[in-house]
């Protein structure tokens, strides 16, 4: 009688105190693959104590795709639409990445226009990928609202990349040399309408999503992940930035001219809690979208005429040799680690995701977090799942 | 710094451990003998001058004509904007080398990788098991004379 007291009456439990014929143990639960927060194929084993997780151990390589084999077989030109499809957010700006590896080191000089185009797209991409993190980021936290609104601007980009280049998704429109094709007619006017609509959005979405009372509450102070454990874990991008240091290879080592536009690196504050939390994570993004409108307008003003497209040979040979080339990613540094014995296709292609890298604190940050948290703090890393398993 | 700076700096600290160095763009580094790569490690991390306190990258690039296993570590210093890497050659057929995991922790998952797909073994490395690969998956797809696997758990695998 007294043990049925006991369970249907907790407040007769002194705090702490568990009585000693209860047993307790972890409650180990399985999240994912197919869970709708993990943004993807991936899988998190949770130790539980309560709502309080002990221990996350993440799995990963259900999306693995042997990338990197396939880079040994196919020729240097083959391997560019298999780059769309590494973090198919942003495949413009992985098409960038490789294109600026093969040619460091096979010397080949682009075209100045071909570089405006390249930031141009790499930027709109940029911006197109911050959507689909900030409306998703609002999904996971229960807002329904954010996410339409976000899919709708995205649609405009993704119209623009249309009409430039034919595809949606993938596009390998920026190739080894410069960029596919030179602009259709019309399509700066189209871009300058679009940034016009553009920047005002900005600050809807912080009306419906940043600062409501509700999101802020569930990330702040959630998941905060210090600058130098940051560092430690060689965080990029946002997640670095929203840490608080302010790093950005756009800035720090300039690629396709970059370094000719003025703009500004976001960092995060921890103005609505701690430095490094959840919220500076969000907020580094919806603020580097201005940033991306500002260079955008820069390029669009400046754009100069000229070919688009280096002469590269149809069958490319690059000198033996190697390099390690990285660009900002919307996610974060892209490295590209090429080998070259001299032939047409690389010897050795390794490929560092942004995403692999940001998911690998996980297991330092989901420590002693609530369960539900779980999918807020996944959600602020803003990993592609193509990119993490390659 | 430029990279014959920082090999300088790094020949002040440790000259029998370098192997050779490569002081040109577009990569240079160097090469160091596998025991001494944790110290080495440790002292571009924390040596002033150097800072390199981001690991970007450690890839394991395979070499079966002179018997070698090539990891590099690619190096960015956050605070210098300087860039550096160092390699290590192992022997193929038992490749193995200090984990890097206590001076980068971002090593971790690298390391793994590594191991995943080239088969090196880090040693004292916290926990190092298949990454991408499933766990009863046998041989280390990214080296160069692996052999496609066919079956795989009762599925077959037309070639």
Known sequence: MKEIELQYQPDLLHEGEVPSDIRTEELVLNMGPQHPSTHGVLRVILHTDGELVLKAVPYIGYLHRCAEKIAEKVTYRQFTPYTDRLDYLAAMNNNLGFALAVEKLGGIETPQRADYLRVIFSELNRIASHLVATGSYGLDMGAFTPFVYCFREREWILDLFESACGARLTYSYITIGGVRDDLPDGWVGRCRDFLDYFEPKISEYNDLLSFNHIFVHRTGNVGVCPPDLALAYALTGPCLRGSGVKWDLRKATPYSRYDEFDFDVPVGRGQNGTLGDCWDRYFVRIEEMTQSVRIIRQALDRLPDGPVQAKVPRMLKLPAGEIYCEVENPRGQLGFHLVSDGGTSPYRLKVRGPSFCNLSVLPVLARNCLLADISALLGSLDIVMGEVDR | ?159
């Open chain 2, 1 to 159: 710094m430029t990279p014959s700076d920082i090999i300088a700096v790094l020949k002040q600290y440790d000259a029998g451990g370098i192997v050779s160095v490569v002081a040109d763009l577009p990569y240079p580094h160097v090469l160091v003998k596998a025991e001494h790569l944790v110290a080495v490690a440790a002292f571009l991390k924390t040596d002033p001058q150097l800072r390199f306190d981001l690991l970007r990258c450690i890839s394991a690039v395979d070499w079966p004509a002179n018997n070698g296993m090539e990891v590099s570590y690619d190096l960015i210093s956050t605070s210098f904007v300087h860039t550096f890497a160092v390699k290590v050659m192992l022997d193929r057929r038992d490749p193995q080398v200090e984990s890097v995991s206590g001076v980068w922790p971002a090593a971790q998952w690298h390391e793994r990788e590594a191991f995943d797909l080239m088969g090196v073994r880090f040693l004292r490395h916290p926990d190092l098991r298949r990454i991408l690969m499933p766990e009863d998956w046998t041989g280390h797809p990214l080296r160069k004379d692996y052999q496609d696997v066919v079956e795989y758990r009762g599925l077959k695998f037309n070639p």
